[in-house]
């Protein structure tokens, strides 16, 4: 029981060190003006719950499943007056992306070491 407790505390800590982390390399051309943005990081939350989940019970194929997801929910019209905003937007979801997949990882080795 210890062990699933301490895995708790550090997936929180790390969720919320991770929620200081994007705030702090978001570039303020793409801020939405407000200091914590709670809706993100409840997605971002959910993935890696999601990505965690899907590694533990090893069913890696979730890796593509979230890949195709991202992807999908990026789709949009080009627009040629904001191109390089979004060009900045992109590399920022892209980055966020592989940080999250990282830090899922993480957490199943994590898990892994404490729990199991």
Known sequence: MNDICYFVIIFLCAE???GIFYYLIT????????IIDYKSLL????ERI???VSLINEYP??????GTLKLATRLKRDNEEDKTKESTYNDFYLFGNFVSII???FYV???KSLVK
């Open 16 to 18: 919320c060190l991770l």
């Open 27 to 34: 570039p303020k051309s793409i801020r939405q003006g407000v």
């Open 43 to 46: 997605k971002g939350i959910i």
């Open 50 to 52: 999601f990505l965690m």
């Open 61 to 66: 194929h979730a890796l593509t499943l979230f």
């Open 103 to 105: 830090v899922a990882i």
């Open 109 to 111: 080795f994590l898990y």
